[in-house]
């Protein structure tokens, strides 16, 4: 993943944008607890993270982090209904079985939901496929064989999904490695940034 | 240069306390005694305190060995001692034997000052809510006004969630492992087998059977059997045991013919000799009336409404005693009460056990956390 000068991935000031100070969130496979981290710095949250791997787990216990060893594909039946200003799902709805379970259960929990995920409608990632190869990038670092990745899909894949079940889009931001993209979205964009909220 | 691991010679200590417990159950304690270890150094300001509560059958000593012969040292030395995961150069750290225990605290085996004679039967029966009454008068004696952390592992777990929802002001950190918010049906069960394989021991005569020494031994062998089946999975009995024998060939008879039969023979009578029936019976009860919220889901968020403290909670996979989904029960009414909570859930195969083992994981992520507390 590539870092800018402070150390932290590029699209963590995005995610801030969208919080508001002193919220309260919930970071699904918060990893080592670096997002969290950030967002108490820049927006004074409280929150907690879930993570099932243990190395990363524990990392995210040392940096203090209120972080649960929790199966996300059961759902997240350990929390009540709007109980949480934001729930955010950072590069992990591509790994899940239950995708639509998991968005569901986010708006039920949150009062607002930030998604990220690796676009598979990038050009990078269409050219390798015209070519007849599994498509590799910097966002999918991963062979076909040994990807956790199940659920790949385009902003247009996620756009159809958000109409179909009317969730509420109100931002959506485009990147390519540091640098927003307006134009053709779906094809110049590798990591596309939603935030939906619960009606 | 390697480090000091163990904590060396200890020596217990007795409270003694002659304001009055009034007990859960109404009868009142006019005096008791609590025997207790501590390990490590009180610093000035006496905020580095760590309270170990103990489980079904543990006592106050956690740690260390009473003579350069002494062949076992404490329950749970492997965490407990120098540059252990319990650092006890950083903490102080305090055991106590609970209430209705046989190895020094007041009891069935101690004397009653109001007859001059065995407590016998006639002991009370004791609650975790009694014992967390009891542990906090000894603390203030120790002129502790808030405890670091309280610890505690199964039936010693719900001591822990008891400290916090009693005395929120007084302890900062609570790390519950392996347990639950109160017992299920089947726990209670296994417990009550357990309680009537030693009362229907001919021996056992109501409980009163220090004068004759005639300990019902034969029920308390059958009732550590039956817990040792249930603190292992099935998975670590079949890779440790499996069908093992202990002969060669099938011998057709009664004796003993498999490893795993072995195995529970030489625990049961182990546990027979070194345990008393009337703590044991005892035990068993508190840990089927511990129930901070009535049985009700809703109601533990509220009970944990006032909890003032950190939690860590630990569960073990294969722990079918104190399964995963009950530390949930107790992660969600943290959740609901934005207490701050650490969960983990361990792959260990030991069973219920796990908790006193020492894999690599669980220690790492103790040490980390009681690090933390500083």
């Known amino acids: 993943m590539k870092l800018n000068k402070n150390n932290y991935r590029y699209d963590f000031p995005i995610i801030a944008n969208w919080v508001k100070p002193n919220s309260k969130v919930l970071d699904l496979g918060c990893g080592d607890g670096e997002l969290l981290n950030y967002l108490k710095k820049e927006r004074n949250i409280t929150g907690y993270g879930i993570e099932k791997d243990p190395d990363n787990w524990l990392k995210s216990l040392k940096t203090g982090i209120n972080v649960l060893q929790v199966n996300l594909e059961e759902g997240l039946s350990e929390f009540e209904d709007d109980s949480f200003d934001v729930v955010i799902l950072s590069k992990t709805i591509q790994s899940m079985h239950n995708t639509e379970e998991i968005l569901n259960e986010m708006l039920r929990v949150g009062k607002q939901v930030i998604v990220t995920f690796p676009n598979f409608g990038y050009w990078r990632d269409r050219i390798q496929s015209i070519q007849g ?45 540091t640098k927003s993209v307006r134009f053709f979205p779906n094809l110049l964009g590798a990591l596309a940034l939603y935030n939906l909220v619960n009606r | 240069m390697t480090l000091k691991k163990n904590i060396g010679i200890v020596k217990p200590e007795i409270f003694k306390s002659l304001n009055p417990l009034r007990l859960q159950s109404g009868k009142i304690l006019k005096e008791y005694n609590l025997i207790y270890e501590t390990y490590g150094t009180l610093n000035k300001k006496k905020d580095n305190a760590v309270l170990v509560c103990h489980a079904l059958t543990g006592n106050h000593h956690l740690a260390g060995r009473y003579s350069s012969k002494d062949k076992c040292p404490g329950w749970w030395d492997n965490l407990i001692g120098p540059n252990k995961p319990l650092d006890t150069n950083k903490f102080f750290v305090i055991g106590i034997n609970n209430l209705g225990g046989s190895d020094g605290s007041s009891g069935p085996k101690s004397i009653n000052k109001q007859t001059k004679k065995l407590w016998g039967a006639d002991f009370p029966i004791v609650t975790v809510e009694d014992w967390v009454n009891s542990h906090e008068a000894l603390i203030t004696s120790l002129n502790i006004s808030k405890l670091a952390g309280v610890v505690g592992g199964s039936l010693g ?72 089946i249930t603190y292992l999975s099935d998975d670590v009995m079949g890779s440790k045991f499996g069908r093992k024998l202990k002969n060669k060939n099938y011998q057709y008879d009664f004796k003993t013919e498999f490893e795993i039969e072995s195995y529970l023979n030489y625990q049961g009578d182990k546990f027979a000799k070194e345990f008393d029936a009337n703590t044991y019976i005892r035990m068993t009860k508190a840990l089927d009336y511990y129930d901070p919220s009535n049985g009700s889901k809703r109601k533990l968020s509220k009970v944990f409404k006032k909890i003032k403290s950190k939690f860590l909670v630990i569960s073990f996979t294969s722990d079918w005693r104190f399964a995963p989904n009950r530390s949930k029960e107790i992660v969600k009414a943290l959740l609901d009460n934005n207490i701050d909570v650490k969960y983990a859930e361990i792959t260990a195969s030991s069973g219920h056990d796990a908790f006193l083992m020492e894999e690599p994981r669980y220690h790492t992520i103790l040490k980390s956390y009681f690090n933390s507390m500083l």
């Not at chain 1, 109409?163 to 490695?177: A, F, P, S």
């Not at chain 2, 347990?179 to 417990?191: G, R, V």
């Open chain 1, 133 to 177: 190869v599994m498509p590799k990038s910097k966002e999918l670092p991963y062979s076909w064989f040994n990807t956790p990745n199940v659920h790949l899909c385009t902003i247009k894949d996620f756009d159809d999904l958000c109409k179909l079940n009317k969730y509420k889009i109100v931002g959506r931001l485009v990147l390519t490695d």
């Open chain 2, 157 to 228: 777990g719900m001591q822990v969630i008891q400290w916090a929802i009693r005395f929120p002001e007084k302890i900062k950190h609570a790390v519950v492992i392996a347990a639950a918010p109160n017992l299920t049906a089947q726990n209670i069960a296994f417990n009550e087998v357990a309680r009537q394989s030693i009362i229907t021991d001919p021996d056992f005569n109501t409980g009163n059977y220090y004068e004759t020494n005639t300990p019902p031994r034969r029920g308390l062998r059958i009732a550590r059997m039956l817990g040792h």
